[in-house]
């Protein structure tokens, strides 16, 4: 039990952060902090708690918190949003608060845009690409010449248009009860440290012009650019609380062109090109094909791309939950249902290569009638995928024994680090698809 005197010195600590919150929030701050045990900082200003994953080491992930009132934005059109993040190079602490849905495909008066206006002026139609790059008559080298340069004209003009830069010391989240988020837009995390983002739902991410490349596998495929978010080159990013979907465009709903689905989607949330210090917790990847890559390359960034990956749902994800390329992956706490869901089927769910070091514990996955363990993991005989208590349907599962069992090229089993980093982690695991299912992804947080 604490002696007396110890007790009145708590209290009086108490007293003293009690009394800076009261004036903070006198001088209109907006900030409001008890103390350790009873925190309530508002949504706004909250930052990665200690220990919270990768991107709680060093420096930690703060993000805005420091703005003043000045770079304090509350912002609702496409056009707001883009004033409020300013340029890329400024570092100066920001807050932006996004209030309702923001379609990156208007103009700066809020007029709609759609991909003919985008094609307009660069001489570009799909049935003129078609008619130049049929495989028939082009054969299996890459697009060149006319139509290729006016797709990727008019891709740029879509680029301009719905990819937002977010400079470095910067919170984007979502005012709750506004149903925040934006619809058709890319995130670009690229080449800066310290980014939150949360509490927003990014939904139908569509490339108006895929390039077709007849090189890409046995058949060729259709490409696109845009994801959701894209972590380039970035450093110490916290990701909670959002939603990725496809909706309300479904890959099923594709036109085939040159025997392959013509792809109009991308990334939910890639990490890639040395970007490092990362969490990624509580967020909601539903309805989507490729969506996590970590490591844009086998050769991407030696000592770099170092992700946590936790209380997170996965439902109707074909594939990438992650791919991980050469960093040191955790994945703890996540639910995987891999119910076939708005067409999209499993092909796998998490992927160790070039050399990938994945610690997958204590995660939960739900697997209908007939799926099979062997088809949860994936890999090219170089990464691999350590950790245990991973269930399936409620049962303790040998994820990587099972894969291995099926499968010439095996996952290794032993990686070369130990996380610490881990607050949260949760033992029981049970319960966890329930648990999830009212406490992650965007409109879930409150103001406080």
């Given at each position: 039990?604490?002696?007396?005197?110890?007790?009145?010195?708590?209290?009086?600590?108490?007293?003293?952060?009690?009394?800076?919150?009261?004036?903070?929030?006198?001088?209109?701050?907006?900030?409001?902090?008890?103390?350790?045990?009873?925190?309530?900082?508002?949504?706004?200003?909250?930052?990665?708690?200690?220990?919270?994953?990768?991107?709680?080491?060093?420096?930690?992930?703060?993000?805005?918190?420091?703005?003043?009132?000045?770079?304090?934005?509350?912002?609702?059109?496409?056009?707001?949003?883009?004033?409020?993040?300013?340029?890329?190079?400024?570092?100066?602490?920001?807050?932006?608060?996004v209030e309702g849905t923001i379609d990156a495909n208007t103009d700066d008066t809020g007029k709609k845009l759609?991909?003919?206006?985008?094609?307009?002026?660069?001489?570009?139609?799909?049935?003129?690409?078609?008619?130049?790059?049929?495989?028939?008559?082009?054969?299996?080298?890459?697009?060149?010449?006319?139509?290729?340069?006016?797709?990727?004209?008019?891709?740029?003009?879509?680029?301009?248009?719905?990819?937002?830069?977010?400079?470095?010391?910067?919170?984007?989240?979502?005012?709750?009860?506004?149903?925040?988020?934006?619809?058709?837009?890319?995130?670009?995390?690229?080449?800066?440290?310290?980014?939150?983002?949360?509490?927003?739902?990014?939904?139908?991410?569509?490339?108006?012009?895929?390039?077709?490349?007849?090189?890409?596998?046995?058949?060729?495929?259709?490409?696109?650019?845009?994801?959701?978010?894209?972590?380039?080159?970035?450093?110490?990013?916290?990701?909670?609380?959002?939603?990725?979907?496809?909706?309300?465009?479904?890959?099923?709903?594709?036109?085939t062109y040159f025997g392959r689905k013509y792809q109009v989607h991308d990334g939910a949330l890639d990490i890639?090109?040395?970007?490092?210090?990362?969490?990624?917790e509580r967020n909601v990847f539903t309805s989507h094909d490729k969506t996590m890559l970590i490591g844009s390359?086998?050769?991407?960034?030696?000592?770099?791309?170092?992700?946590?990956?936790?209380?997170?749902?996965?439902?109707?994800?074909?594939?990438?939950?992650?791919?991980?390329?050469?960093?040191?992956?955790?994945?703890?706490?996540?639910?995987?249902?891999?119910?076939?869901?708005?067409?999209?089927?499993?092909?796998?769910?998490?992927?160790?290569?070039?050399?990938?070091?994945?610690?997958?514990?204590?995660?939960?996955?739900?697997?209908?009638?007939?799926?099979?363990?062997?088809?949860?993991?994936?890999?090219?005989?170089?990464?691999?995928?350590?950790?245990?208590?991973?269930?399936?349907?409620?049962?303790?599962?040998?994820?990587?024994?099972?894969?291995?069992?099926?499968?010439?090229?095996?996952?290794?089993?032993?990686?070369?680090?130990?996380?610490?980093?881990?607050?949260?982690?949760?033992?029981?695991?049970?319960?966890?698809?329930?648990?999830?299912?009212?406490?992650?992804?965007?409109?879930?947080?409150?103001?406080?």
């Amino acid at each position: 039990m604490a002696s007396a005197s110890h007790r009145r010195s708590l209290r009086k600590r108490r007293a003293l952060v009690f009394s800076a919150a009261v004036v903070a929030a006198a001088a209109g701050t907006g900030v409001f902090v008890m103390n350790a045990n009873a925190e309530a900082v508002d949504l706004y200003h909250r930052t990665l708690p200690a220990e919270d994953g990768w991107a709680a080491s060093g420096t930690g992930t703060t993000g805005g918190a420091k703005a003043d009132s000045a770079h304090t934005f509350t912002v609702g059109t496409r056009a707001e949003l883009v004033k409020a993040l300013g340029s890329a190079s400024d570092t100066t602490p920001r807050i932006i608060k996004v209030e309702g849905t923001i379609d990156a495909n208007t103009d700066d008066t809020g007029k709609k845009l759609t991909c003919a206006d985008y094609a307009a002026g660069t001489g570009y139609s799909l049935d003129a690409y078609l008619k130049a790059y049929d495989p028939a008559t082009w054969g299996d080298k890459a697009p060149s010449g006319t139509q290729e340069n006016a797709r990727a004209a008019a891709q740029a003009k879509q680029a301009k248009n719905i990819v937002f830069k977010v400079p470095a010391n910067t919170t984007l989240v979502g005012v709750p009860g506004t149903n925040a988020g934006i619809k058709g837009g890319s995130l670009q995390v690229k080449g800066v440290d310290n980014v939150i983002i949360r509490n927003l739902a990014f939904s139908a991410t569509e490339d108006c012009f895929p390039q077709w490349d007849p090189t890409d596998g046995s058949a060729g495929e259709w490409n696109s650019a845009y994801d959701s978010v894209t972590l380039r080159g970035a450093t110490h990013v916290w990701a909670d609380h959002n939603t990725f979907t496809d909706a309300p465009f479904f890959d099923s709903q594709e036109k085939t062109y040159f025997g392959r689905k013509y792809q109009v989607h991308d990334g939910a949330l890639d990490i890639t090109n040395g970007s490092d210090l990362v969490t990624v917790e509580r967020n909601v990847f539903t309805s989507h094909d490729k969506t996590m890559l970590i490591g844009s390359s086998d050769t991407d960034s030696t000592g770099k791309l170092r992700v946590t990956i936790h209380h997170n749902v996965w439902k109707g994800i074909v594939q990438r939950a992650p791919l991980a390329r050469i960093g040191q992956i955790h994945l703890y706490n996540n639910v995987y249902d891999t119910t076939t869901l708005n067409g999209y089927a499993l092909k796998y769910s998490i992927d160790s290569r070039a050399k990938a070091q994945v610690v997958a514990e204590r995660n939960h996955w739900i697997l209908p009638s007939g799926g099979k363990v062997a088809k949860l993991l994936s890999g090219d005989g170089t990464g691999s995928v350590a950790g245990g208590g991973n269930l399936v349907n409620g049962t303790e599962t040998d994820l990587v024994a099972a894969y291995n069992a099926a499968n010439s090229k095996k996952i290794k089993t032993a990686v070369n680090w130990t996380p610490a980093l881990n607050a949260g982690l949760q033992t029981s695991v049970k319960n966890l698809p329930a648990e999830l299912a009212t406490t992650t992804g965007a409109g879930v947080l409150t103001a406080q």
